[in-house]
């Protein structure tokens, strides 16, 4: 395993990451454990979690996920081998069971970091993120820009909120998700101009058949010391070609779900199936050509891969340990010029 700078932390996480947005859907308490001690043994030191999760997000699941984690480090002692990342939920008016809609106010951070910590059953946890903004903006994938309405909690207040637990030593660091190049340098330059916490990393989606983190966030990523934790780096599964042709695998997050849209707009069946045929092209499986192809981005710190057996982890982990080759770069440049970003 490979590791690399958090930000300007000090830490060293994993190249890869565990998801374990499952636990308590698709994922027994069990498999969770099951999931956390491999992980471990292949040298994953870094887990990422939510004060949202289960997935898909319910009354009656959220939270699930973070008692899991908390119940295996009350069960093995292994809280001083991970870097544990969680995140507290933005505004999202309908999701009434989070403190009756969460937002970025300093009553709901301070609420929402006390309940993590105790669902986590630590004193601490290493990266906290704001899971997508408290502002309007269309954090999880758009065609088109719509400006939005200036009902959102001002970033140094953020900040500061956030700052607070850190002073107490609840949180050590701080991280976006889902945000934009304005959303991230507004948060950089109020940190240093106020000496408040600095985020350390951003949290959004990448893969294959989405890579509009290139077109702004890559050069804030790499100039700023801010790397790219990415998310669904499978396309949700897509990528591996389990769904090709219809197929609804037993157990699959659409089988179940129905959750996938983000990949079934126009182009994006049409591109799926074009990577999957590359990676037999440059005689790779499809899961290797689509980890391995993040793994090599300048800008990204660590991939967060999730499972639902433990097959399917073994299998993400082993990616990785591929080379990947001038002739993979030059094969996966052309697909993408052909049709770039039908799934953002």
Not at 148 to 173: N, T
Not at 285 to 291: F, G, Q, T
Not at 310 to 331: G, P, S, V, Y
Request: with cysteine.
């Amino acid at each position: 395993m490979k590791y690399s700078p958090l930000g300007r932390t000090g830490l060293q996480v994993s190249r890869v990451c565990l998801g374990t947005m499952m636990y308590g859907s698709q994922n027994t308490e069990a498999e969770g454990f099951a999931q956390m001690d491999y992980a471990l043994e292949r040298g994953i030191n870094f887990f990422d979690t939510a004060e949202v999760y289960a997935i898909p997000p319910r009354p009656e699941t959220q939270g699930a996920t973070e008692r899991i984690i908390g119940n295996w480090f009350a069960a093995c002692g292994n809280r001083d081998k991970v870097v544990l990342a969680s995140k507290i939920a933005g505004r999202a008016d309908g999701m009434t069971w989070i403190r009756n809609g969460p937002r970025h106010t300093r009553d709901h951070i301070d609420a929402a970091v006390e309940a993590s910590l105790t669902r986590l059953r630590t004193d601490y946890i290493d990266l906290y993120q704001l899971h997508w903004p408290d502002r309007r903006y269309s954090g999880f994938g758009f065609h088109e820009y719509h400006d939005y309405d200036g009902d959102y909690e001002d970033f140094q207040a953020i900040l500061e909120s956030l700052g607070h637990h850190v002073k107490a030593g609840r949180i050590r660091h701080i991280g976006v998700s889902n945000e934009s190049p304005w959303g991230v340098m507004k948060f950089l330059s109020l940190a240093e101009r106020a000496g408040l916490p600095r985020v350390a990393s951003i949290q959004n989606c990448y893969n294959l058949v989405s890579r509009t983190f290139e077109y702004g966030l890559a050069e804030v990523a790499l100039r700023e010391d801010v790397g790219l934790l990415a998310y669904s780096p499978l396309a949700q599964g897509y990528l591996t070609g389990k769904y090709r042709h219809g197929a609804l695998p037993a157990g699959a997050r659409k089988t179940l779900f129905q959750r996938l849209n983000r990949y079934e707009g126009p182009g994006g069946d049409e591109m799926v199936h074009r990577y999957v045929d590359l990676a037999a092209l440059v005689g790779v499986r499809p899961v290797e050509l689509a980890l391995k192809f993040i793994d090599s981005r300048p800008f990204v710190t660590s991939t967060i891969i999730g499972a639902s057996t433990m097959a399917q982890l073994k299998d993400n982990i082993d990616a990785f340990e591929i080379d990947w080759t001038k002739e993979m770069d030059r094969a996966v440049s052309t697909l993408h010029a052909s049709h770039p970003n039908p799934c953002p």
